[in-house]
Each structure stands twice: as C-alpha cells, then as structure tokens.
C-alpha cells in the first residue's frame, strides 16, 4: 500500500534561516511519482516539483531545492535563506505509475518570522 | 474558466441535510478528483474520474456520500444526512489525465462545509 509520511508538523524559524521538510514514502511499485504542494493561507494547494522513481538527480529551482534518495525513501524539500512569504503548509505526495489518486502526507506547517 | 472553479466557497448546514458541492474543472482536464482536508489533517482521498467514470471510489467514507461527473466536465459531491464529523474543507482538482501517474493537479478553493 501506498503511504506518504510527513513527521514534523509544524516547523518554525527566522527569516533567512535554512529550513528542510522532510517526506519518507512507502510503495511497492518500481515506477512512481513524487510531488510536493504549498497550501498558502489562502488555502489554494500549488503544485512545486514532480520526480519520477528513475530520476534521482537533485533539483534546485531558485531558493527551493529537493533531494531524492530512493536508498532511504525519502524526497526532502529545503528552503534556502526563507522568507516570510514561505510561510505556508507543505504537502508531499505520491502517485503510481498505474495512475489514479495521489496520495499525500499529513503536511508541515512552517512559519517563517521576521 | 482559467482554474478549478468550486461552489459554493462556504456551505452551513444543519445535522441530517443534504449538501451538494460543485467543482468546474479547467477545460480539456479530463480526470477529476475529490479530496476531504478536516481542520489540521492532510488530504484524503475521497474519489476520482477519469471522464465520466469513477474507477476509484474507495476513499468515500459512508454510503451517504456520492459523486457524479456529467459531460466529462462539471462534477458533484453530494453528502446526504450530513454529520457534524462530514464539517471540513472539500478540494476538487483536475488533470489533463490521470493515466501514468505523473500528471499534475490543479486545485480548486475549496467548499468549506460546516454542519452545525
């Protein structure tokens, strides 16, 4: 069975402060996919970054980067020098390769302060 | 229109009514999705079509709880004799497919549903 697990529920640092969300999954399929969303407080989720199970590279895209490790099961998510406007709850989740729902982790709920 | 479009954005209702939830989809998404956030939880997983056609219900909670998508387009989400445990956040999102896995989804708003 498929499971998303997401243990620091709420996390909490100062801006500019580096700060790692961390996902561990579980599936029993070869070929998967990794996601992460932002839930603003405005409540819309938006999609940040799809990984497939055979790519393993890391991902920088500005102040965001993901590390994939297929060894751990784990696809972590860090922040570089945070801003405020991070400020949001983070969902990871996992769809398989058959396709159908995606499954999601409870969320982190980081808080970025000035 | 440009996004998921849900309504109504916030739903009050009494023990025992029924409710029914919309969720416009963005055109040409062809799979659509149903999805439960209860005050500090995660997502879960109510249904999902694929077209008109539900492959996976398994995360309705109760019998009281059914969707329909007509025209491959709009979807509804109807709760009969709501419970005061059915108050949470109802997403909707939409995919160009949901075959392969890897698409991603477009969320909705949300209906923010509250049974007093």
């Known amino acids: 069975a498929q499971k998303v697990t997401q243990a620091q529920t709420e996390i909490s640092v100062v801006e500019k402060e580096d700060v790692t969300l961390d996902c561990v999954y579980e599936t029993r399929d070869t070929t998967y996919y990794l996601f992460w969303y932002k839930q603003p407080p405005s409540g819309e989720l938006v999609f940040l970054i799809r990984r497939n199970s055979f790519d393993e590279q890391n991902e920088i895209s500005g102040r965001y980067s993901w590390n994939f490790q297929k060894s751990t099961s784990s696809f972590n998510f860090t922040i570089t020098a945070s801003q405020v406007v991070d400020s949001a709850v983070y969902f990871c989740?996992?769809?398989?390769?058959?396709?159908?729902?995606?499954?999601f982790g409870q969320g982190t709920e980081l808080s970025v302060k000035p | 229109g440009a996004g998921v479009s849900q309504s109504p954005s916030n739903k009050v209702t009494e023990k025992g009514k029924d409710v029914e939830l919309r969720c416009d989809p963005i055109?040409?998404?062809?799979?659509l999705y149903w999805y439960r956030q209860s005050l500090g939880q995660g997502l879960e997983f109510l249904i999902y079509f694929q077209g008109n056609s539900a492959p996976d219900k398994s995360g309705l909670p109760s019998d009281r709880f059914s969707a329909e998508r007509t025209g491959g387009s709009v979807s509804t989400l109807t709760i009969q004799r709501t419970q005061q445990e059915d108050s949470a956040v109802y997403l909707c999102a939409s995919s160009l497919a949901s075959s392969g896995g890897q698409e991603k989804l477009f969320f909705g708003s949300g209906t923010q549903l509250s049974v007093l």
């Open positions: 055109s040409g998404h062809t799979a």
């Open positions: 989740a996992l769809s398989e390769a058959r396709g159908g729902k995606l499954i």
